[in-house]
């Protein structure tokens, strides 16, 4: 079983700052993109940001200039930087990892983590 751990989540206030960050297992980071979904309540899961293996990304518009997705390959780890927070950010956070450039297709899935933004 393909274990996707993310760490990070937490509540911060409008304006505030998080980084979840998620390692993975080597084979499947090396080979696939990695990603962040997330989804509040009563919403969709919808992606935030993904990340090549060579390093292409891409965001959603809801969030770009505010969150930065990157990779450190040394630690198998995948990070998302979240700058100026809004409240309509809250929502449960998923590591992913697949075909999420050219494609929306996760193969694997973190366990979630919680980011609130509220005062």
């Known amino acids: 079983q393909v274990q996707l751990v993310e760490s990070g989540g937490g509540l911060v206030q409008p304006g505030g700052s998080l980084r979840l960050s998620c390692v993975a297992p080597r084979n499947i980071f090396n080979i696939y993109s990695m990603g962040w979904y997330r989804q509040a309540p009563g919403k969709q899961r919808e992606l935030v940001a993904a990340?090549?293996?060579?390093?292409?990304?891409n965001y959603a518009d809801s969030v770009k200039g505010r969150f930065t997705i990157s990779r450190y390959n040394a630690k198998n780890t995948v990070y998302l930087q979240m700058n100026s927070l809004k409240p309509e950010d809250t929502a449960v956070y998923y590591c992913s990892s697949g075909i999420l450039i050219s494609d929306n297709r996760v193969l694997y899935w973190g366990q979630g983590t919680q980011v609130t933004v509220s005062s």
């Open positions: 990340i090549s293996s060579g390093g292409m990304t």
